[in-house]
C-alpha cells in the first residue's frame, strides 16, 4: 500500500464511508485527479488544481463542475448548451452522484 500525506483544510468534514454519499471532504481530489482533473492539472498525480475550498459551506468543491454550473445559467442560448454539456461531462467525468470511492484510510498528523 501506498502511503503519502495530503494538505487538508482543518475545517474540511470527515471522509465519509465508501459508496456513502460525498460530502465535499476533498481526499480524493488531494490524493489524485479524476479523468477531468488529470486534463485540467495536466497531472495524474498529485493534488488536482481545479479543486476549490468553499469558505461559506465549509467543504471542498469541483471548481470544473461549478464553472460548467455558472456557465449552464449564463445568458445567451449558446452559452447555456455549451454550459449544460460541460455540467453534463464534468459530472460524469468526477463520478458526481455515485458515491464516495476514495479507498483511503485517513491518519491525523502528530503536533
Known amino acids: 500500500m501506498r502511503e503519502y500525506a495530503v494538505l487538508w ?5 470527515a ?8 460530502n465535499g471532504c476533498g481526499l ?15 497531472r495524474r498525480t498529485g493534488a488536482c488544481s481545479a479543486l476549490r475550498w468553499d469558505d461559506e459551506g465549509g467543504h471542498y468543491r469541483c471548481g470544473v463542475l461549478e464553472d460548467a454550473k455558472a456557465l449552464a445559467a449564463a445568458p445567451g ?13 464534468a ?7 455515485v458515491g464516495c470511492d476514495a479507498d483511503l484510510q ?3 498528523s502528530q503536533p
Not at 9 to 13: D, F, L, M, T
Not at 15 to 22: D, T, V
Not at 30 to 42: D, I, K, Q, Y
Not at 91 to 97: E, L, N, P, T, V
Request: proline letters at 10%.
Open 9 to 13: 483544510h482543518e475545517q474540511a468534514p
Open 77 to 89: 442560448r449558446w452559452q447555456r448548451w455549451r454550459g449544460r454539456l460541460r455540467l453534463l461531462l
Open 106 to 108: 485517513v491518519e491525523k
Open 28 to 42: 480524493c481530489c488531494l490524493a489524485e485527479p479524476c479523468p477531468m482533473g488529470m486534463l485540467v492539472s495536466r
Open 91 to 97: 459530472r460524469r467525468w468526477i463520478a458526481a452522484g
Open 15 to 22: 471522509k465519509p464511508l465508501l459508496g456513502a454519499p460525498c
